[in-house]
């Protein structure tokens, strides 16, 4: 999805941005558009993108936590794994 320019008919002098309703629909955000009488996307709901997207960013934030979390553990695991094995090498000497 690419943001667009374009200007509005009757308005030519006019420029505007923003994005296509139909690949917002396409993208299962249904709830962030405006439908026409015939149930065609029409416009996008541009005042809710802001609290669709703080909930994505949330959703982000927990799993760059996980990540971090899992890559602490990795690094624990491998540490201790080559303390242990220098410990026992130093043994057999």
Avoid at 88 to 93: A, E, K, N, T
Wanted: charge should be negative; proline fraction near 2%.
């Amino acid at each position: 999805m690419n943001q667009k320019t374009y200007t509005r008919p009757g308005n030519q002098n006019n420029w505007e941005i923003g994005y296509i309703a139909e690949e917002f629909e396409a993208l299962g955000l249904k709830q962030l558009i405006f439908y026409d009488e015939d149930g065609s996307p029409r416009s996008i709901c541009y005042r809710k993108i802001v609290l669709y997207i703080i909930e994505v960013i949330k959703e982000l934030d927990q799993e760059v936590n996980n990540l971090k979390k899992n890559h602490d553990l990795r690094n624990d695991t491998i540490c201790s794994g080559s303390i242990l094995s220098i410990g026992i090498f130093v043994r057999y000497i």
